[in-house]
């Protein structure tokens, strides 16, 4: 089945607000120039109402169906937010902005999202309303969950809501999406050990806080090898070693280590951010030192409802046939989380080829995914509020 033909019509003006975002890439909440033209381009479709600042730069948009009996407010939703990386790509559209780089796509999601606002502003040919929801800082500053707690749902009345990522490795035109837990919840967890420093030829006057650093990263381990049920997804990554002292005589006073872990299950997060309290501290004490664990819940998993996930396939097989319904899940995570766990909703990939993966320096974003992507925005619009 054929993607909208409006769609291809718009082909060429939705890739110019593409390419015009890719050359301006902005940062977490500082993307004001950005947030500035999605408000300026849907006052010019007619938009019943845009507000901007929300979730200090996010911008809203409503659209009022034909009818309204039904009273049904859908949310769509796309991010805005580019990354601090140095484009590799070549292309006459790259990155203006030495260091900044839309190597995740959100420059494809913002322009489909916005040439599907036109087109439901053109026709409206629904029973209801459509809030589109363009959110800053996806990558880390948690812009989703400022936009939440700005009360963008209540204030916009929103009852469901909808969001799409691109993926490369799957072919444009081709959807992937599950239901349940499609995106881990990322957390991140700092550790200080502290033992005594001292001449490097004298440990046994020093408690050497390399050795236990190394011992605590090692039984780190043990957590997704030995303590979560290996049919459940985890993921402890230590990253970051960093001793007080660079020399090669000296053992250092003190190493902290930095460092992410990764769950699909509140309780097996629940369970690892106890453990890792546990071994931490157990072990530094085994060895004669001090730790201390800080942990820091990051995004939620992202979670599809069962019901929702069915609509938004239905949708995408109308728009191109083609839907893997039962991808795997990803243990990467996503600021759409904290507006599903407001309202239910659903996560889809669309398939950006056969491209460097997102967030490299060689990466981007497939202008031929915007009629599918623009498509299946306006179309869970359409299928959730059917015209009267
Ligand atoms: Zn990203
Ligand atoms: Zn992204």
């Given at each position: 089945?054929?993607?909208?033909?409006?769609?291809?019509?718009?082909?060429?003006?939705?890739?110019?607000?593409?390419?015009?975002?890719?050359?301006?890439?902005?940062?977490?909440?500082?993307?004001?120039?950005?947030?500035?033209?999605?408000?300026?381009?849907?006052?010019?479709?007619?938009?019943?109402?845009?507000?901007?600042?929300?979730?200090?730069?996010?911008?809203?948009?409503?659209?009022?169906?034909?009818?309204?009996?039904?009273?049904?407010?859908?949310?769509?939703?796309?991010?805005?937010?580019?990354?601090?990386?140095?484009?590799?790509?070549?292309?006459?559209?790259?990155?203006?902005?030495?260091?900044?780089?839309?190597?995740c796509g959100h420059d494809g999601h913002t322009a489909m999202l916005l040439g599907a606002a036109k087109y439901l502003t053109e026709t409206r040919n629904f029973d209801g309303t459509t809030?589109?929801?363009?959110?800053?800082?996806?990558?880390g500053g948690g812009g989703g969950r400022e936009m939440c707690a700005d009360g963008m749902m209540d204030r916009f009345g929103v009852q469901e809501v909808y969001g799409m990522h691109n993926?490369?490795?799957?072919?444009?035109?081709?959807?992937?999406?599950?239901?349940?837990?499609?995106?881990?919840?990322?957390?991140?967890?700092?550790?200080?050990?502290?033992?005594?420093?001292?001449?490097?030829?004298?440990?046994?006057?020093?408690?050497?806080?390399?050795?236990?650093?190394?011992?605590?990263?090692?039984?780190?381990?043990?957590?997704?090898?030995?303590?979560?049920?290996?049919?459940?997804?985890?993921?402890?990554?230590?990253c970051t070693v960093e001793t007080d002292s660079t020399a090669h005589n000296v053992i250092p006073q003190v190493v902290k280590l930095k460092g992410t872990v990764r769950t699909m299950d509140?309780?097996?997060?629940?369970?690892?951010?106890?453990?890792?309290?546990?071994?931490?501290?157990?072990?530094?004490?085994?060895?004669?030192?001090?730790?201390?664990?800080?942990?820091?819940?990051?995004?939620?998993?992202?979670?599809?409802?069962?019901?929702?996930?069915?609509?938004?396939?239905?949708?995408?097989?109308?728009?191109?046939?083609?839907?893997?319904?039962?991808?795997?899940?990803?243990?990467?995570?996503?600021?759409?989380?904290?507006?599903?766990?407001?309202?239910?909703?659903?996560?889809?990939?669309?398939?950006?080829?056969?491209?460097?993966?997102?967030?490299?320096?060689?990466?981007?974003?497939?202008?031929?995914?915007?009629?599918?992507?623009?498509?299946?925005?306006?179309?869970?619009?359409?299928?959730?509020?059917?015209?009267?």
């Open positions: 089945m054929p993607v909208k033909n409006r769609f291809s019509e718009m082909l060429p003006e939705i890739t110019a607000w593409r390419r015009d975002f890719h050359e301006h890439p902005e940062l977490l909440f500082d993307v004001h120039r950005t947030a500035a033209r999605v408000a300026d381009l849907l006052r010019s479709f007619g938009c019943d109402e845009v507000v901007t600042g929300i979730g200090r730069t996010g911008v809203v948009g409503v659209i009022k169906g034909k009818t309204d009996t039904s009273g049904r407010v859908v949310g769509l939703r796309a991010d805005m937010d580019a990354l601090p990386i140095i484009e590799q790509t070549g292309v006459d559209y790259a990155s203006k902005t030495p260091g900044k780089m839309h190597a809030v589109v929801i363009f959110q800053p800082a996806e990558e993926m490369p490795g799957i072919p444009v035109g081709t959807f992937a999406i599950r239901p349940g837990a499609i995106m881990a919840a990322a957390d991140q967890f700092d550790v200080v050990v502290t033992g005594k420093g001292g001449h490097a030829a004298k440990p046994h006057d020093c408690v050497d806080t390399t050795v236990v650093a190394a011992h605590i990263i090692v039984a780190l381990q043990t957590i997704a090898s030995r303590n979560v049920d290996p049919m459940k997804q985890v993921v402890v990554s230590v509140p309780t097996v997060q629940d369970f690892v951010e106890r453990r890792i309290s546990e071994i931490v501290e157990g072990t530094a004490m085994a060895l004669g030192a001090k730790a201390v664990v800080q942990y820091n819940r990051g995004y939620p998993v992202t979670i599809n409802a069962g019901e929702n996930t069915d609509y938004a396939v239905e949708v995408a097989k109308a728009v191109s046939g083609k839907v893997d319904a039962n991808t795997a899940p990803l243990m990467g995570a996503e600021d759409f989380s904290f507006m599903l766990n407001e309202r239910p909703g659903a996560y889809i990939f669309l398939g950006n080829g056969d491209t460097a993966m997102v967030h490299h320096p060689a990466y981007n974003f497939d202008d031929d995914a915007i009629p599918f992507g623009s498509s299946w925005y306006a179309g869970m619009a359409e299928a959730r509020m059917p015209a009267a």
